[in-house]
T-cell receptor, first 113, second 108 residues
Framework: NAGVTQTPKFQVLKTGQSMTLQCAQDMNHEYMSWYRQDPGMGLRLIHYSVGAGITDQGEVPNGYNVSRSTTEDFPLRLLSAAPSQTSVYFC????????????FGPGTRLTVL | KNEVEQSPQNLTAQEGEFITINCSYS?????LHWLQQHPGGGIVSLFMLSSGKKKHGRLIATINIQEKHSSLHITASHPRDSAVYIC??????????FGTGTRLQVFP
C-alpha cells in the first residue's frame, strides 16, 4: 500500500493564480481531510469528507474548494491564491470520522508571492 | 487560550535521557492522539488512547481523563528521536484539535 500520497511536494504561485493540490489514499478509508500547518499554530482543518459525494467545511475553509467523486481521491482547489495561503498542506485519512488512527500524506509546501 | 496546550515547547536532551512531554486539554474528548513529525515534514501516528496507558518500544503514552492530561515518555532517548511531537484530541463533535507541538532535539 502507498498509504496517502500528495502532489506536488512544492509549489510557488503568484497572487490570483489557481491550482489543485492532489491527495489520494489506497486504504479504502471513508474519512479524508485537509489541514494547513503554519508556524506557531497547530494543524487547522480546512475541509473534510466522510465519504464519496459528501464534503463539509472545517475551521478555515475560505478560499478553498474540495470535491470527493471517488473514495480514493480528495483534491483541494485554491480558487485565487493569496499570500495568506502560504503554508504547508497535509491531507489525512482514517477509517472512521476522526476516530481511527490518522494517516497523513507527506505534505505540500505552498508559497504564494 | 488554546484548547490543547503542550509543554515544553522546546526540549533538548542527551542521548540516553528519559524524556517527558505533556499535553493538557480543556474540552471533553473521546480520544487523544500522539503524532510525530520529522524534520522532513512527514507526520506519523504514534498512539491513540482514551484511557490508561499504551507502550510501543521505548515510547509510553498515558492519559488521565479526570485531570484532562496526557504524557508521552521516551525512555533511553536517541538522536533519531529528534522530531516535533504533536498532541491532538478528538472532541465531542468528532473534530480533531491539535496542539502546537513540542520540538525535541537529542544530542549524542
Amino acid at each position: 500500500n502507498a498509504g496517502v500520497t500528495q502532489t506536488p511536494k512544492f509549489q510557488v504561485l503568484k497572487t490570483g493564480q489557481s491550482m489543485t493540490l492532489q491527495c489520494a489514499q489506497d486504504m479504502n478509508h471513508e474519512y479524508m481531510s485537509w489541514y494547513r500547518q503554519d508556524p506557531g499554530m497547530g494543524l487547522r482543518l480546512i475541509h473534510y469528507s466522510v465519504g464519496a459525494g459528501i464534503t463539509d467545511q472545517g475551521e478555515v475553509p475560505n478560499g478553498y474548494n474540495v470535491s470527493r467523486s471517488t473514495t480514493e481521491d480528495f483534491p483541494l482547489r485554491l480558487l485565487s491564491a493569496a499570500p495568506s495561503q502560504t503554508s504547508v498542506y497535509f491531507c489525512a485519512s482514517s477509517s472512521r470520522k476522526g476516530a481511527g488512527e490518522q494517516f497523513f500524506g507527506p505534505g505540500t509546501r505552498l508559497t504564494v508571492l | 487560550k488554546n484548547e490543547v496546550e503542550q509543554s515544553p515547547q522546546n526540549l533538548t536532551a542527551q542521548e540516553g535521557e528519559f524524556i517527558t512531554i505533556n499535553c493538557s486539554y480543556s474540552v471533553g474528548i473521546s480520544a487523544l492522539h500522539w503524532l510525530q513529525q520529522h524534520p522532513g515534514g512527514g507526520i506519523v501516528s504514534l498512539f491513540m488512547l482514551s484511557s490508561g496507558k499504551k507502550k510501543h518500544g521505548r515510547l509510553i503514552a498515558t492519559i488521565n481523563i479526570q485531570e484532562k492530561h496526557s504524557s508521552l515518555h521516551i525512555t533511553a532517548s536517541h538522536p533519531r528521536d529528534s522530531a516535533v511531537y504533536i498532541c491532538a484530541v478528538r472532541s465531542g463533535t468528532d473534530k480533531l484539535i491539535f496542539g502546537t507541538g513540542t520540538r525535541l532535539q537529542v544530542f549524542p
